[in-house]
């Protein structure tokens, strides 16, 4: 690091669903040096202006040599990674001298206790947490809820939604509003937090007033009902041409871990959001964290745009593994 700025990241995922999105608006800024660090063996392409770095994720030598001399790592990595990947570039980042990483514990609210427990996520976003601390690394946390676009288009085991066969099932009474991203103000939020300087220069916001915390970004504060209204104006319907039903999201959470337990992901999937939607109000975060927003000047996004965005994608190519 030099002039109290972050000059080089490095990424692991520089590919995935936010990962991709965080390398496109790092590019934008066109001061950072940004690597990615893939599998020796991966054909992955990336884009240009992208160093690429090659690593064994079971070689904790060869991961050191690849993030060394950069001063912020990210990790994005697939739910399917091996569960020692994680931990392992944790020791390796700090062993090589970086200062800073996010690691791949996207979206929980971590000052909530409670939902962190509760939360089928939780657990597994709380031990990527304790990887890096159990590194001696310093860690950032994306804190951004789940990614609108994607998990409108994901369907009724994630916000209840079926864009395609217009079916939907309300938790409670489908009112409960929760905090929402979209995969782009992810990638934003990250860029505008690593374009900040390190340490305070009068009374701007530095990298360093997230030091061991969770930044806390959103797009949205929406319920189901509002996800459901401006699918409508996307489509140009209304709720009669749909099949609607109710379920108390306490017993729908049960029921689902029952079917996680058995090894179902739909299972694992409604749990894990509809928890987000208990009348508690936990998956609204912004009323009780705050937001990042404003300090990072990320932009004011149009629901009903994102929404028909992700409702023609769906319609046209299926499920939607890409963001915005």
């Known amino acids: 690091m030099s002039n109290n700025r972050i000059n080089k990241v490095a990424v692991v995922g520089a590919t995935g669903h936010v990962g991709s999105h965080i390398v496109a608006e790092l590019l934008k800024n066109g001061r950072i040096e940004i690597t990615a660090i893939s599998r020796k063996d991966s054909k992955t392409t990336f884009p240009s202006g992208v160093k690429v770095a090659r690593v064994d994720y079971s070689n904790e030598d060869s991961i050191v040599e690849a993030v060394r001399g ?23 980042a700090v062993k090589a001298g970086v200062h800073w990483i996010m690691p791949n514990a996207y979206g929980m609210d971590i000052n909530n206790p409670k939902l962190m427990e509760e939360n089928v996520y ?31 288009a994901a369907g009724l085991n994630f916000y209840g939604i079926d864009v395609k066969d217009k079916k939907a099932v309300f938790f409670d009474e489908g009112t409960q509003k929760i905090n929402t991203s979209t995969l782009a103000q992810c990638g934003r939020a990250v860029a505008a937090l690593l374009d900040l300087p390190i340490t305070k220069e009068g009374d701007k ?91 990072l000047g990320l932009p004011k996004e149009d629901l009903d745009a994102v929404t028909k965005w992700a409702v023609e994608k769906k319609l046209k190519d299926g499920f939607v593994y890409e963001g915005q």
């Open 122 to 152: 939780g657990p597994v976003a709380k031990r990527y947490l304790e990887d890096v601390k159990s590194a001696g690394g310093n860690y950032v946390i994306l804190s951004c809820s789940f990614w609108y676009e994607w998990s409108l």
């Open 70 to 92: 950069h001063d912020f790592l990210v990790i994005s990595l697939n739910t399917s990674a091996a569960p020692e990947t994680h931990p392992t570039i944790c020791k390796a």
């Open 205 to 295: 916001p530095a990298l360093e007033d997230w030091k061991n915390k969770a930044l806390y970004v959103s797009s949205f504060l929406v319920s189901q009902r509002d996800m459901l209204d401006s699918v409508h104006k996307a489509l140009g319907d209304t709720d009669n041409e749909w099949s609607i039903t109710y379920e108390p999201s306490e017993e729908r959470t049960s029921k689902a871990l029952q079917e996680m337990y058995k090894g179902s992901f739909a299972g694992f999937a409604q749990a894990m959001y509809t928890r987000v939607f208990y009348k508690n109000g936990d998956g609204n975060y912004e009323a009780t964290q705050g937001l990042a927003n404003e300090r």
